[in-house]
């Protein structure tokens, strides 16, 4: 078989695509999670707010307080627990947070108990790529319907779109990302992807790739001009499953 070869639009792969990078990572940062509780490690694309700026999109969508959350390459699990920290949605919704990091999962359990929010939130080891999300058991099973209400992505599309690795059919892991998280998105459920490697027009080319998605909206950042041209160092677009 001829080597696969890369479309315009791939990405270098570096070691952020790499599980070996992340376990290291999570790692250090639950060692200094141990010794200093109040350093929960990196929160990812902190600088643009994403997190509170991501919250107040969904807050204006007007997502009903019974909306089941999951989070895609949870990491420490900052996003979860802002969402419970915000109190907008009930008590008894199901949030959860994966990673294909082992690492990741026992960082997440732990910040977790010490902020006594672990009857709230749980933290799973799956990788999206290659798992069935729909089979595991801790997907909201409904009588017509299993999958989430809202899943949320921050940052993990980019890790996934780095890797080397590919498909049987030769194409790199990123390309099936669309249609794997779609199927764990509820009929009428938002997907929300935040990206610093791609753009927003990048980004919903490849989303809207997967024909059971359509735009839903953007969150919007401060631009910069350069060159005469503007843009904005992150993005985040939402998506609806139709």
């Known amino acids: 078989?001829?080597?696969?070869q890369p479309t315009e639009t791939d990405l270098n792969p570096s070691k952020l695509g790499t599980k070996e990078y992340w376990d290291a990572a999570y790692t250090r940062e639950t060692a200094n999670f141990l010794s200093n509780p109040s350093d929960e490690g990196v929160i990812w694309f902190d600088e643009s707010l994403a997190e509170s700026r991501i919250l107040s999109y969904l807050s204006s969508s007007d997502i009903p307080p019974t909306s089941s959350f999951l989070d895609i390459g949870t990491g420490n699990?900052?996003?979860?627990?802002?969402?419970?920290?915000?109190?907008?949605?009930?008590?008894?919704?199901?949030?959860?947070?994966?990673?294909?990091s082992e690492r990741s999962i026992e960082l997440s359990r732990t910040i977790a108990k010490e902020r006594e929010v672990e009857e709230r939130v749980r933290f799973e080891i799956a990788d999206v790529i290659?798992?069935?999300?729909?089979e595991a058991e801790w997907v909201p099973k409904g009588d017509l319907e299993c999958g989430f209400d809202v899943v949320l992505d921050k940052g993990t599309y980019d890790a996934i779109s780095l890797s080397e690795e590919t498909l049987d059919d030769g194409r790199r892991v990123y390309e099936d990302y669309p249609r794997k998280v779609a199927a764990v998105v509820k009929k009428g459920g938002l997907l929300v992807i935040t990206s610093c490697n791609w753009t927003e027009e990048e980004l919903e080319k490849k989303m809207l790739a997967e024909k059971s998605l359509k735009l839903h909206g953007r969150v919007k950042y401060p631009t910069f001009s350069f060159g005469g041209k503007t843009g904005q160092t992150i993005c985040t677009v939402c998506f609806q499953k139709i």
């Not at 979860?80 to 990673?99: C, K, N, P, R, W």
């Not at 290659?130 to 729909?134: F, N, S």
């Open 77 to 100: 699990g900052h996003l979860l627990f802002e969402l419970i920290e915000s109190e907008d949605y009930d008590e008894s919704t199901a949030m959860v947070g994966i990673d294909y």
């Open 1 to 4: 078989m001829a080597e696969p």
């Open 130 to 134: 290659k798992d069935e999300l729909l």
